[in-house]
């Protein structure tokens, strides 16, 4: 069964310091890795796609990696406006080619 | 580019009663569009798949008759609770992708629910 889970589930960071989100992954096929990040009471917002391992992209202060087990949402001197919930979500062959399967999210909190 | 609305953002109503949110793609067309329901600090749990001019694909354990999905044209699909109850109260998102792509969903702000 194709499953994602994410960690940690909660994150507070200072502004300006460094940090890794992880999503780990198990799905059959890997047809894509998405990356989102959610406001409060917000629809996701996509943010990055992974498709093979090795591949790395990189928006602003974010940059999200890919392994064949994981993938990491590195952010880099965060600052208070990044604060969101991060959801990482899988697409494998399995489940129709359309279904994506997320993670619960990290929350994180980026303090002045 | 690929903005999703969706309609009301929060409606509150009674038991019994029915809700329909929309949800249009605003500046590209959509021939898949994808109903999800979120929990409070859980994940995205997809409900169905809406395809233009088609049935919708309903997610194992989720009630057809309770959530109809229409997707009448490339920009719009709704979904409708009926005969809605308590524990039917939730953040409801639709998702679009691009027509012609194959990947990224873009989604919608959500549309709160609430039943009394």
């Known amino acids: 069964e194709d499953q994602v889970t994410q960690s940690p589930e909660a994150l507070r960071l200072q502004e300006g310091e460094s940090s890794s989100l992880n999503c780990s992954y198990t799905v059959s096929g890997l047809r894509g890795l998405f990356w989102y990040r959610q406001d409060p009471g917000k629809g996701p917002e996509f943010l990055f796609t992974l498709y093979s391992a090795g591949e790395e992209k990189e928006k602003e202060r974010l940059k999200a990696t890919l392994t064949k087990k994981e993938s990491f949402l590195h952010i880099t001197a965060p600052k208070p406006e990044d604060s969101a919930t991060y959801l990482c979500?899988?697409?494998?062959?399995?489940?129709?080619?359309?279904?994506?399967?997320f993670g619960a999210g990290t929350r994180l909190a980026v303090h002045p | 580019g690929a903005v999703v609305s969706q309609h009301p953002s929060r409606v509150i109503c009674k038991s019994g009663t029915s809700v329909k949110i929309e949800c249009r793609s605003l500046d590209f067309q959509a021939t898949t569009m994808f109903w999800y329901r979120q929990f409070p600090k859980k994940s995205l749990m997809l409900m169905a798949t809406s395809n233009e001019g088609s049935k919708a694909t309903y997610e194992q354990g989720v009630e057809k008759d309770k959530f109809l999905i229409n997707h009448a044209s490339l920009t719009l699909s709704t979904l409708t609770v009926t005969s809605a109850h308590p524990e039917d109260s939730s953040f409801y998102i639709c998702?679009?992708?691009?027509?012609?792509?194959?990947?990224?969903?873009?989604f919608g702000p959500g549309t709160r629910l609430t039943v009394l």
């Open positions: 979500a899988v697409r494998g062959v399995t489940g129709g080619y359309n279904k994506l399967i």
């Open positions: 998702s679009a992708r691009v027509s012609g792509s194959t990947d990224t969903q873009y």
